[in-house]
Structure formats: structure tokens, C-alpha cells
């Protein structure tokens, strides 16, 4: 085995990355921490801007919203709640023309619609059970 050792890349190049991986999972991190902590890593690493938020995204979108998984739920659920606050906050503070008061008030009854579907999926995923999330 010791013959096909790739000895042109230096011993420890990536050692932070993987002592970080390792503590992560003995302290008992969500997986979900655990990837979205690779794939910052990653972004850095390879200088690809926006590439955690791809992956993060993604994760909301097949382990959240099509698994049913609690934690990816909530996370979704806090950051439309909080977009929902910016947009109102806008709303009572800004000057806008009628059309555009219009369409804020169509974000603001979409970004509602959202956060009671999430809110019915997360209200689903606690009656499935199966959510991987390791609460510390």
C-alpha cells in the first residue's frame, strides 16, 4: 500500500481542514454545519465566490423542503422571516410610487405564504421523526 503513496503533495497541506472536520463531528456538529463548514472552506480555497451558498441552497432545497429535514427548515424559516422585516420596514419608511407600493405588497404576501408553508413542513417533518440533526 506504502507504494502508492503520492509523495509530490506535502505531508499536512489540508491539516487544518481536516483536524477542523474532525472536531466537528466528535463534538457532535450537525452534518448539515459540517458541509456547510467544507463548503465555505472550499469557496476560499478555490477563490469560486457564491459556492457555499450554492451548496447551502441546495441543501435547503432536496433535505429541507423534499426530506423534510427540522433544521434546514428553520434555518429556510429565519431567513424569510428576516427578509419579510426588511421588506416591511422599507415599506413603512420609504417613498414610493404606486406601483411600486404594489409590488411590495405582493413580496410581503408572498415572503407570508412562505414562511406558513415552511412552517407546515417543519410541522410535518416533527411528526416524521426522521430528522438527522444531532442537538448538542
Same mark, same amino acid.
Given at each position: 500500500?506504502? @507504494?502508492?503513496? @503520492? /509523495?509530490?503533495?506535502?505531508?499536512? /497541506? ?11 463531528? +466528535? ?8 458541509? &456547510? +463548514? /467544507?463548503?465555505?472552506?472550499? %469557496? *476560499? #480555497?478555490? #477563490? *469560486?465566490?457564491?459556492?457555499? $451558498? +450554492? =451548496?447551502?441552497? $441546495? ?11 427540522? !433544521? ?6 429565519? @431567513? /424569510?422571516?428576516?427578509?419579510?422585516? !426588511?421588506? *416591511? !420596514? ?7 410610487? &404606486?406601483? %411600486? !407600493?404594489?409590488? =411590495? ?22 411528526? &416524521?421523526?426522521? @430528522?438527522?440533526? =444531532? *442537538?448538542?
Amino acid at each position: 500500500m506504502a @507504494d502508492n503513496v @503520492d /509523495v509530490s503533495v506535502p505531508h499536512g /497541506v489540508e491539516q487544518n481542514i481536516k483536524m477542523e472536520l474532525l472536531a466537528m463531528i +466528535h463534538s457532535g456538529e450537525s452534518p448539515y454545519l459540517i458541509i &456547510d +463548514h /467544507v463548503a465555505r472552506y472550499l %469557496e *476560499e #480555497a478555490s #477563490a *469560486e465566490p457564491g459556492y457555499a $451558498n +450554492h =451548496i447551502r441552497e $441546495n441543501m435547503r432545497a432536496v433535505y429541507g423542503c423534499a426530506l423534510l429535514q427540522k !433544521k434546514l427548515l428553520t434555518d429556510e424559516l429565519s @431567513d /424569510v422571516e428576516a427578509r419579510l422585516k !426588511k421588506i *416591511e !420596514k422599507a415599506q413603512t419608511e420609504g417613498d414610493f410610487t &404606486d406601483e %411600486e !407600493k404594489t409590488r =411590495i405588497g405582493f413580496a410581503i404576501g408572498l415572503h407570508q405564504k412562505n414562511i406558513q408553508r415552511l412552517k407546515g413542513l417543519i410541522e410535518l417533518s416533527e411528526q &416524521d421523526g426522521t @430528522d438527522p440533526y =444531532i *442537538e448538542k
